[in-house]
């Protein structure tokens, strides 16, 4: 298995963003956090605000391949100024490719010149495993890492109890 990042071909971009969109909706509705219809525009509000012609900078979106094959995507937001990046959508195949792509991530936003890197999870996210250790109430961080889990799906990773 050889998991690798590739940017998104412009002719994917399109269904990318009508899928990532109905993902948030569906992780923010399933969580509680929203009602469905004001997940559905919140989700629309998050993409749109940041893509909006001439916005896109920072904006890095991936295909997660395996072996050749997509196997998933990411979203990274860069920001230059707080020297930071956030993984704002994540949607490998499996738990195991998640987990192989986390890893690309991370070194992917280092060498955008991050010296962190957020991540929001919900539930439903397959992502493995920790990419980091450390120890908290809800959120687990590291000097590189920061994971928040939105509805504590994930209590080997957050520290909930749940």
Do not use: K
Not at 60 to 72: C, K, L, N, Q
Not at 103 to 116: H, M, N
Not at 126 to 152: F, K, Q
């Amino acid at each position: 298995m050889s998991v690798t990042l590739e940017e998104m071909p412009a002719e994917r971009f399109e269904a990318w963003r009508a899928a990532t969109v109905a993902r948030l909706a569906d992780l923010r509705a399933a969580s509680g956090l929203r009602p469905p219809a004001e997940a559905a525009e919140q989700a629309e509000g998050i993409v749109a605000r940041r893509f909006a012609e001439g916005s896109g900078s920072g904006q890095h979106v991936f295909e997660i391949r395996d072996d050749g094959r997509v196997a998933g995507s990411a979203w990274l937001e860069v920001d230059d100024a707080a020297a930071s990046a956030m993984l704002l959508a994540f949607d490998p195949d499996d738990a195991l490719t998640g987990s192989r792509a986390l890893a690309l991530v991370e070194e992917r936003a280092r060498a955008l010149s991050a010296q962190r890197l957020n991540v929001d999870l919900f539930a439903q996210d397959r992502i493995g495993g920790p990419p980091c250790t450390g120890a908290g109430t809800g959120r687990r961080t590291c000097r590189w890492c920061s994971i928040r889990c939105r509805d504590h799906g994930h209590p080997g990773l957050c520290g909930s109890r749940r």
